[in-house]
C-alpha cells in the first residue's frame, strides 16, 4: 500500500498537480489519515520541491494545502481530518499546557 508520500508524489506529477494534489490530500483525510502524517508527507514533498530549485509560486502549491490542513483559511476550504490514534503521535492541535500546583 502506498504511503502518503508516495501518493503525494504521483499527484505531484500530474497535469494538473494543483488540483490533484489538493484532490489527494482530501482524500486521504476522508480514508482517515491523520493530520500529522499529512502534514508529515506534505513537509517531505516540500523538501524534495524546494531541493529541486522551486519557485516561491511551486512552493505555494504545497503550503497552501497545508493551510487548509491546518485551518488557516475560511471554514469551507479547511481539509478535515480525525485525531492521531498512533502511539506518539501529536494530537490534532497542540494542548494548553499542564500546570503545576503554585504551593
Same mark, same amino acid.
Given at each position: 500500500?502506498?504511503?502518503?508520500?508516495?501518493?503525494?508524489?504521483?499527484?505531484?506529477?500530474?497535469? $494538473?498537480? %494543483?488540483?490533484?494534489?489538493? %484532490?489527494?490530500?482530501?482524500?486521504?483525510?476522508?480514508?482517515?489519515?491523520?493530520?500529522? !502524517?499529512? !502534514? @508529515? @508527507?506534505?513537509?517531505?514533498?516540500? $523538501? !524534495?520541491?524546494?531541493?529541486?530549485? @522551486?519557485? $516561491?509560486?511551486?512552493?505555494?502549491? #504545497?503550503?497552501? #494545502?497545508? !493551510?487548509?490542513?491546518?485551518?488557516?483559511?475560511?471554514?469551507?476550504?479547511? #481539509?478535515?481530518?480525525?485525531?492521531?490514534?498512533?502511539?506518539?503521535?501529536?494530537?490534532?492541535?497542540? @494542548?494548553?499546557?499542564?500546570?503545576?500546583?503554585?504551593?
Amino acid at each position: 500500500m502506498p504511503t502518503p508520500y508516495d501518493r503525494l508524489k504521483l499527484a505531484w506529477v500530474a497535469t $494538473d498537480r %494543483r488540483t490533484a494534489l489538493n %484532490r489527494t490530500v482530501e482524500e486521504m483525510a476522508a480514508e482517515g489519515v491523520n493530520r500529522v !502524517d499529512l !502534514d @508529515a @508527507a506534505l513537509g517531505r514533498l516540500l $523538501d !524534495d520541491v524546494r531541493a529541486a530549485g @522551486a519557485d $516561491d509560486e511551486t512552493e505555494e502549491e #504545497i503550503t497552501g #494545502i497545508g !493551510d487548509r490542513l491546518h485551518g488557516w483559511v475560511v471554514e469551507s476550504r479547511r #481539509i478535515r481530518t480525525k485525531p492521531a490514534t498512533t502511539l506518539g503521535a501529536a494530537p490534532p492541535f497542540p @494542548a494548553d499546557p499542564v500546570q503545576a500546583p503554585v504551593s
